[in-house]
């Protein structure tokens, strides 16, 4: 019941500003566009002595952005992908995005199925989303968008804050409980181009599961640099199974090409320090490198190296990919 009144009020709060803003700017006209992503690539893999060559489409969204007025806002996204269910299917699809929402002096509020601020900021530096996913994205540290509230405020140039109530169980398991995750980060630009950005979150059951993050990141003309560390406490509420670390990587563009690096640390822990722990042999670095061109608008295609060294063994996974980013 309170669902259905918390949903009530929103609604009736949107009617409310969107009546609000056409009365103040009758010349805004509505307007929409739809959009199409998708993520694609041919790649060979080198392990223990065995080539593995494949056609592979990781992924496509297909949605469509809306304006009602000036501030008020909205989208849906459907994410077609892998299942990662054993085989039983090749592709499956889920209802990614689905919002209102609400920005004006410095304010931004997101209603709905919303994406993430987890790691936009990281994401959005790196600018590989389609060759591999940011870091907590890539190793499950989090969901990319989950069912909830989010609300910034940009306190000065320099400062703003951010924080958000969700479901806590992701856009592809949405359970309605009363156990929710709480986020909040705060990011700060102290010169043009370099972003500092502090974050955590925190989803109670017997277990809390806990995370902590920092970021830097520096942009200029056709330089990108960032660097972020990333910890967990109790993954998936199991006690004591902690994980985290780092990533680095930089990007700098030459005409029509952008070459590109990554370099991943990813270690599980636990309290007694034990070697062999509850993620050890999934453990490891990654190590990615390649350049990127753009032959012609909404097309972008990427020849790049790709490598996982084992922690447990040291054993190298290598991989060759022809990567390519479709979008309209």
Same mark, same amino acid.
């Given at each position: 019941?309170?669902?259905?009144?918390?949903?009530?009020?929103?609604?009736?709060?949107?009617?409310?500003?969107?009546?609000?803003?056409?009365?103040?700017?009758?010349?805004?006209?509505?307007?929409?566009?739809?959009?199409?992503?998708?993520?694609?690539?041919?790649?060979?893999?080198?392990?223990?002595?065995?080539?593995?060559?494949?056609?592979?489409?990781?992924?496509?969204?297909?949605? #469509?952005?809306?304006?009602?007025?000036?501030?008020?806002?909205?989208?849906?996204?459907?994410?077609?992908?892998?299942?990662?269910?054993?085989?039983?299917?090749?592709?499956?699809?889920?209802?990614?995005?689905?919002?209102f929402?609400?920005?004006?002096?410095?304010?931004?509020?997101?209603?709905?199925?919303?994406?993430?601020?987890?790691?936009?900021?990281?994401?959005?530096?790196?600018?590989?989303?389609?060759?591999?996913?940011?870091?907590?994205?890539?190793?499950?540290?989090?969901?990319?968008?989950?069912?909830?509230?989010?609300?910034? #405020?940009?306190?000065?140039?320099?400062?703003?804050?951010?924080a958000?109530?969700?479901?806590?169980d992701?856009?592809?398991?949405?359970?309605?409980?009363?156990?929710?995750?709480?986020?909040?980060?705060?990011?700060?630009?102290?010169?043009?181009?370099?972003?500092?950005?502090?974050?955590?979150?925190?989803?109670?059951?017997?277990?809390?599961?806990?995370?902590?993050?920092?970021?830097?990141?520096?942009?200029?003309?056709?330089?990108?640099?960032?660097?972020?560390?990333?910890?967990?406490?109790?993954?998936?509420?199991?006690?004591?199974?902690?994980?985290?670390?780092?990533?680095?990587?930089?990007?700098?563009?030459?005409?029509?090409?952008?070459?590109?690096?990554?370099?991943?640390?990813?270690?599980?822990?636990?309290?007694?320090?034990?070697?062999?722990?509850?993620?050890?042999?999934?453990?490891?670095?990654a190590?990615?490198?390649?350049?990127?061109?753009?032959?012609?608008?909404?097309?972008?295609i990427?020849?790049? #190296?790709?490598?996982?060294?084992?922690?447990n063994?040291?054993?190298?996974?290598?991989?060759?990919?022809?990567?390519?980013?479709?979008?309209?």
């Amino acid at each position: 019941m309170r669902k259905i009144i918390v949903l009530l009020i929103f609604v009736g709060a949107i009617k409310f500003l969107y009546s609000q803003e056409q009365e103040q700017d009758t010349e805004f006209k509505t307007s929409g566009k739809t959009f199409v992503k998708v993520f694609t690539n041919y790649h060979s893999t080198f392990s223990d002595n065995e080539t593995h060559n494949a056609f592979e489409i990781q992924r496509a969204y297909l949605g #469509y952005g809306f304006k009602l007025s000036k501030e008020l806002s909205g989208k849906v996204t459907l994410d077609v992908g892998n299942p990662k269910d054993d085989g039983k299917l090749m592709m499956t699809a889920f209802l990614k995005n689905a919002y209102f929402q609400y920005k004006k002096n410095g304010l931004k509020i997101k209603f709905g199925l919303i994406g993430r601020y987890q790691f936009k900021m990281q994401e959005k530096l790196w600018e590989g989303r389609y060759l591999y996913k940011s870091y907590m994205d890539e190793y499950k540290f989090g969901s990319s968008a989950d069912l909830g509230t989010f609300i910034s #405020y940009k306190i000065h140039d320099v400062i703003s804050v951010d924080a958000s109530i969700e479901n806590g169980d992701g856009y592809k398991s949405i359970e309605l409980d009363s156990i929710f995750k709480y986020s909040s980060g705060i990011t700060i630009t102290p010169i043009k181009g370099l972003n500092i950005r502090g974050y955590t979150d925190y989803i109670g059951k017997e277990d809390a599961q806990q995370t902590y993050a920092g970021y830097i990141g520096y942009s200029v003309k056709f330089l990108k640099i960032g660097a972020e560390y990333n910890y967990q406490l109790n993954n998936k509420f199991n006690t004591d199974n902690n994980w985290g670390g780092y990533s680095f990587y930089a990007s700098y563009k030459f005409g029509k090409l952008r070459a590109f690096g990554r370099y991943d640390k990813l270690k599980s822990t636990t309290v007694d320090g034990e070697i062999d722990n509850w993620n050890y042999k999934k453990d490891g670095q990654a190590i990615l490198a390649g350049l990127e061109f753009i032959p012609l608008k909404g097309l972008t295609i990427s020849p790049n #190296y790709q490598a996982w060294i084992y922690d447990n063994d040291a054993h190298v996974r290598h991989s060759v990919y022809l990567s390519c980013e479709i979008k309209f």
